[in-house]
């Protein structure tokens, strides 16, 4: 089975901009988590998307959003960016029979000038 | 809100030495799992451990979990330097959904 992907990979752009970043999950899982890494602050959840409805939510602002699509794809978008949204944003997928066991994706690395 | 802290922060050890890394907190999780990540990559799941007690082992690698289910750590045997990465730790709280509370990392440079 291909492992979860994301779309770009890396980003450059700059303050005030929007970003879209994508997600693909494996095959046959219906659940998608974000989560952002910056070195001060870590890993922090963003939001999860099970069945294109989210689940839950992170403590982000309303700049940050996401979708799930039919076919359990994934997108996030970030508005109206800020120097400190830069950083590595990772989603991960999860299945029913997956359990608690989440498969991560390589990430987005976004820079904001 | 539910935090986790990892310790130590930093880590560099000659191959063959043995480490333990640390997670606590002080909220009861239902179930905690560690993660390796490395450069460019993103996190891998090493384990995880869902009783207050269990101890799991992979090879070198020997995971606990503490009786209470608010800390583990995780014990290297003899290290590698193939275990160089960044190691987290990650808890499940209960009502969290699926939602993982992550620590803030162990960065772990084993030197041959």
């Known amino acids: 089975k291909a492992g979860v992907t994301q779309t770009p990979r890396y980003l450059i752009k700059t303050r005030g901009q929007q970003v879209t970043l994508s997600c693909s999950p494996i095959?046959?899982?219906?659940?998608v988590s974000w989560y952002q890494q910056t070195p001060g602050q870590g890993l922090q959840f963003l939001f999860e998307?099970?069945?294109?409805?989210?689940?839950n939510k992170g403590n982000f602002p309303g700049r940050f959003s996401g979708r799930q699509f039919s076919n359990s794809r994934s997108e996030m978008n970030v508005s109206t960016l800020e120097l400190g949204d830069s950083a590595l944003y990772l989603c991960?997928?999860?299945?029913?029979?997956?359990?608690?066991?989440?498969?991560f994706g390589p990430g987005t690395r976004l820079t904001v000038l | 809100t539910q935090l986790l802290e990892q310790s130590p922060q930093f880590l560099s050890i000659q191959e063959g030495e043995n480490l333990t890394v640390y997670c606590n907190s002080s909220?009861?999780?239902?179930?905690l799992q560690w993660y390796r990540q490395e450069p460019g990559e993103g996190p891998v799941l090493l384990v995880t451990?869902?009783?207050?007690?269990e101890v799991k082992k992979l090879k070198r690698l020997t995971f606990q979990f503490g009786d209470a289910r608010k800390d583990s750590s995780l014990h290297i045997t003899a290290a590698q330097p193939g275990d160089t990465g960044l190691y987290l730790c990650?808890?499940?709280?209960?009502?969290?959904?699926?939602?993982?509370?992550f620590g803030g990392g162990t960065r772990l440079m084993v030197k041959p």
């Open positions: 991960a997928s999860s299945s029913l029979t997956s359990g608690l066991t989440k498969f």
């Open positions: 095959s046959g899982h219906r659940s």
């Open positions: 451990v869902v009783t207050g007690g």
């Open positions: 990650a808890g499940e709280g209960y009502n969290a959904g699926n939602m993982l509370t």
């Open positions: 998307y099970f069945s294109e409805t989210q689940r």
């Open positions: 909220s009861v999780f239902s179930s």
